[in-house]
């Protein structure tokens, strides 16, 4: 079955970006989104279709994909920016949804 | 605006059938725009895709449970629902309904708008 691999924690100084990665052998064909959730809360999507952001989320908040590898990154990342990341996409066929393993993202 | 609200009961035996309603407020749930699905998440564990439903009742399922699952959508009463059968311990999750905008066929397509999720514990 398809797979999208995140590392499992990045860890960042308040003020420095953060970038985390997500790789897929679809993903040259497929976009890429990206979903934010934090303790004991539902997900919020961040980035969706590889670069583009929904309203209401900071624009500090960046998305892009290059070949099999898409990333998200946080400009100044804030303390409050603290959570669980997640990568979606589609496999090959497009039938099936698949989610990253998720990265934990730690700003202090 | 709109919300989505999951209800169904909490506990659940093995072997038995597994069954969640979501409830749509706020906006149509029959527009041709968006899908709707269901995702899942063990205790501490990572998001899960279950399935997803489209307008025209297309389903697609995550391979490893498609025997088990079956998606509906009950447009005058503004639900869609999720049946899981044969259940084990392993099914023991938050379930989150979900509006799943798809760009196009092919694409996962974003969960843009999500029910707080229901805990789901199968028990004996």
């Known amino acids: 079955s398809y797979e999208l691999t995140q590392p499992p924690s990045v860890s960042v100084s308040p003020g420095q970006a953060a970038r985390i990665t997500c790789s897929g052998d679809a993903l040259p064909r497929k976009y890429a989104y990206w979903y934010q959730q934090k303790s004991g809360q539902a997900p919020v999507l961040v980035i969706y279709?590889?670069?583009r952001r929904p309203s209401g989320i900071p624009e500090r908040f960046s998305g892009s994909s290059s070949g099999t590898l898409a990333t998200l990154t946080i400009s100044g990342a804030q303390v409050e920016d603290e959570a669980d990341y997640y990568c979606s996409s589609a496999d090959s066929s497009g039938n099936d949804r698949v989610f990253g393993g998720g990265t934990k993202l730690t700003v202090l | 605006q709109l919300q989505l609200q999951e209800s169904g009961p909490g506990l659940v035996k093995p072997s038995e059938t597994l069954s969640l309603t979501c409830t749509v407020s706020g906006g149509s749930i029959s527009s041709s725009s968006y899908f709707w699905g269901w995702v899942r998440q063990p205790p501490g564990k990572g998001l899960e895709w279950i399935g997803t439903?489209?307008?025209?009742?297309?389903?697609y399922y995550k391979p490893s449970l498609r025997s088990r699952v079956t998606i509906s959508v009950y447009t005058s009463e503004k639900q869609f629902s999720l049946r899981l059968t044969s259940v084990t311990a392993a099914d023991t999750a938050v379930y989150y309904c979900?509006?799943?905008?798809?760009?196009?066929?092919?694409?996962?397509?974003?969960?843009?708008?999500w029910g707080k999720g229901t805990l789901v514990t199968v028990y004996s």
């Open positions: 279709e590889d670069d």
């Open positions: 979900a509006r799943n905008v798809v760009p196009t066929y092919g694409e996962a397509g974003a969960f843009d708008i």
């Open positions: 439903i489209d307008f025209d009742g297309r389903t």
